[in-house]
């Protein structure tokens, strides 16, 4: 199992730990709902390094990359970040991944639902070696900066020059005499950004990063929050309905594929089912707090029939309701319905329009600032 | 189904898919109305939209609808379901008024 560079610090600010995938996540510091507010209200600073990381020349690795993934590497300009995923043979999502285009060279972050091992057979396998593929994710961390006050954080480490970063956007900045990369990416719908960096930088980092969070009564997170911040911003979360759905066209994830790209993996099996047509599809749902059985695998029931699945839940303390995903047929995959949870008569779930919240952080223009 | 849920899903499929077929249309966007799931976020992440094409969309709904949308009220226009509330909510308030 992998752990992660600064495990021990975190072990030391109290972090809980729990595999994911082979690698030791810091999974809470204190209550979740704390760390939710931290975020949702202030800012939260998150180790993500259990993502894991690459870097490739921009001359020799373009093809490598566009033959991997679904999206289009190719159209991703200088600066920016494709939010893309990478499929098995079959047309299974394995990889949430960001290929950040930083001029020189590409950057990719992957989310993944194999281990290291697995994934960096799947590159090796298509001709990584050949192409250069640098692996990062033993020697580099990766922190996540996210919340309402986030930019404010980010603001004070590297100057006002970050508030002009689109979403999904990558900057390099020095920091302690090295270079680091800063991405503007996040999902929890509030302000978001990531910064890799070396390793050796990374204590430093973190010490900084809290340093100034504190300022604004932010503080330290795990990733557990992250499920909660992802579902009610209905960001796409591998971990969760990923794990469980695995199709990236009943998981509504089209947008991240480019269908006239000529090769990536799984092509041949996603557009054949593209082609059939959809039958199932994912959507919001949502139930009384009081709702018990509310939880992954739990059946959704109409006139007595089951008729959708849930994929993925939290409790929203910001709509103060369980929220959830659920897999319906299609032609009942519409918000405003009324369904029963576990058998005819049980606690009623209604599907609803996502994202159900407005963040704090569409308030604020950051380029008007 | 019963009749209740078919009215519901009928009303929502008749804003859903104009609004598809529109931003498919007057974006050039390449992919099928199917393709498009409701809760795709039209900025940012997702079909990763700009300040321009919002003027588009707004234009589009406008048009196609006869509503007015608010342009200090972002959060309508956070996803085709966000979009469609609103206009349900709007077509709602015009029937009630007749």
Known sequence: MRALPLRDILAHKGAAFQERYGVQVPLAFSDLETEYRLIRDKVGITDFS??????????????????????????????????????????????????????????????????????????????????????????????????????????????????????????????????????????????GYMIMAPKELGARLIEVLLDKAQKYEGGICGIKVHDALRLEGRFFNIFAEGARVRDPLTLGLQWMIDFDKEAFIGRDPILRKRQKGLANKIIGIKADVSASGFIPGAELFSEGKKVAVVEACCLSHVLDSRLGLAVFPVGIAYAGLKFNLGKFGGPTVESISMPPIVPKSLSVKLDEL | ?????????????????????????????????????????????????????????????????????????PSILRSINTLADYVLEQKQKQAGVQ
């Open chain 1, 50 to 191: 259990y993502m894991q990381k690459f870097r490739i020349s921009a001359d020799a690795g373009l093809d490598f990359l566009d033959n991997l993934f679904v999206g289009n590497v190719a159209k991703t300009r200088f600066c920016r970040v494709l939010h893309t995923f990478l499929s098995d043979p079959d047309g299974n999502i394995i990889a949430d991944c960001y290929v950040a285009n930083n001029d020189e060279d590409f950057i990719i972050l992957c989310e993944s639902i194999v281990d290291d091992q697995a994934l960096r057979e799947v590159f090796n396998k298509n001709g990584a070696a050949q192409a250069g593929l640098q692996d990062l994710t033993d020697t580099h961390v990766v922190i996540s900066i996210d919340g309402y006050k986030a930019w404010s954080v980010v603001k004070e480490l590297f100057g006002t020059d970050v508030l002009g970063l689109p979403y999904l956007s990558i900057e390099t900045y020095p920091f302690e005499g090295k270079n680091i990369s800063l991405l503007r990416a996040g999902k929890t719908s509030e302000f």
């Open chain 2, 1 to 73: 189904m019963d009749s209740a849920m078919k009215a519901i899903i009928d009303k929502r499929v008749a804003v859903i898919n104009p609004i598809k077929e529109g931003l498919i249309k007057h974006l050039n966007l390449p992919y099928k109305p199917e393709d498009l799931h409701e809760d795709i976020s039209l900025f940012g992440a997702g079909l990763g939209l700009d300040s321009l094409d919002a003027l588009e969309v707004v234009l589009c709904v406008e048009n196609c609808f006869n509503i007015k949308i608010p342009d200090n009220d």
